[in-house]
């Protein structure tokens, strides 16, 4: 788990602040999209959650609790509202990025700021 919240920029592929993710419509408000930067296991993969209110939230595509990848499957991230760990099960708070129920409960994901300009665009953030 990293301690430092900036720590992912330093990861191989992660990408650069400005990185053009795609448009927001593009993900359904309760639903999660991969988004991955490189190949093979230096790959930098990370997801943006659109939620309810109709913000959204990005984090590095790691469990903290064993560092393995959240989803089994492209884009299957959400529980009903959570975010599921399909490795050990774990439930994360789509909001927040904080474990509330599972192995790695009081921990979180690692967040990446992202933001939305005027016209719907989703990209990395400062």
């Given at each position: 788990?990293?301690?430092?919240?900036?720590?992912?920029?330093?990861?191989?592929?992660?990408?650069?602040?400005g990185t053009l993710l795609g448009p927001i419509a593009d993900?359904?408000?309760g639903t999660a999209r991969e988004y991955r930067f490189g190949r093979g296991r230096s790959a930098f993969s990370m997801f943006?959650?659109?939620?309810p209110d109709g913000g959204v939230?990005?984090?590095?595509?790691?469990?903290?609790?064993y560092s393995l990848p959240l989803n089994h499957?492209?884009?299957e991230f959400m529980q009903s509202s959570a975010i599921l760990c399909s490795q050990h099960f774990a439930l994360f708070r789509a909001d927040t990025g904080a474990c509330f129920s599972g192995a790695c409960e009081?921990?979180?994901?690692?967040a990446?700021?992202?933001?939305v300009s005027g016209q719907g665009l989703l990209t990395i953030a400062d």
């Open positions: 788990m990293m301690d430092d919240p900036g720590l992912w920029r330093y990861r191989p592929n992660a990408p650069a602040p993900i359904p408000v943006v959650v659109h939620i939230r990005a984090y590095l595509n790691l469990c903290p609790h499957a492209p884009d009081g921990r979180s994901l690692t990446i700021p992202v933001g």
